[in-house]
């Protein structure tokens, strides 16, 4: 489905494309990161089979094969689109999963401090700076050294991008070019490590024990970031747990979400 949205008065209203899985009554927003919402879809279908879920992921606009609209250049937009998508939906006590820059998206809805928000789970987020542990700089890989930065095992999942469709290779650098105008080269803000201190709802941070996009120190900076967020350690999987390792992840995810939750 596209649900149109209008960030602020006055302006023209932005086409958000959402992919909805399951009928239950828990919702869930899943974010995508560089790799685009497809790296999300089949997490999304085993959480609504899992759970009693109702599950949307959005295509942050600009990413799969469509259009970004010039006034969107940043995080911190996305993050209110994602808002405005919330009040649209009208749904409440929202699990916000952020993958990567969709980890970034999501810390950046937890700060807007919505009543819709319930809980943060963010899987290998990027977007803050930790001394000695910068995220890898995506743009000077070559995508052989990609897929071995991103997972545990590339083998299943490394393919030569000159062998795709023209379509597809088109949509992969509009995917590129989007990640870049969102993220900077260094996928890093300086104030948001500092900021995260006010993110007010229940965290938790799962991260693959083999990644080298962003490691565990990372990890363990950002979770620490936080308030009370809970960090848990993925074995043999790199950054995009829910490609990955989907059942492990999803069987983290669940385990944590469905705890009762406490103050802090």
Known sequence: MTIHLVPQ?????????????????????????????????????????????????????????????????????????????????????????GSSLGGWVAAELALLSSPRVGRLVLLDAVGIEVLGHPVADFFALTMDEVFQLSYHDPAPFRFDPATLPPAAQAMAAGNRAALGVYGGRSMADPTLAGRLAGIGVPTLVLWGDSDRIADVDYGRAYAGAVPAARFRVLPDTGHLPQLETPEQTVHALLADVTAPTTAG
């Open 9 to 97: 008065a006055g302006t023209d209203p932005i086409a958000v494309h959402v992919d909805e899985y399951g009928t239950g009554d828990a919702p869930f927003l899943l974010l995508h990161g560089g790799a685009g919402p497809q790296s999300m879809t089949g997490f999304a279908a085993l959480l609504a089979e899992r759970h009693p879920a109702r599950v949307l992921v959005p295509t942050h606009p600009g990413f799969g094969g469509t259009a970004r609209p010039e006034p969107l250049t940043t995080v911190a937009d996305l993050a209110r689109l994602y808002a405005d998508l919330l009040e649209e939906a009208d749904l409440h006590d929202v699990t916000v999963v």
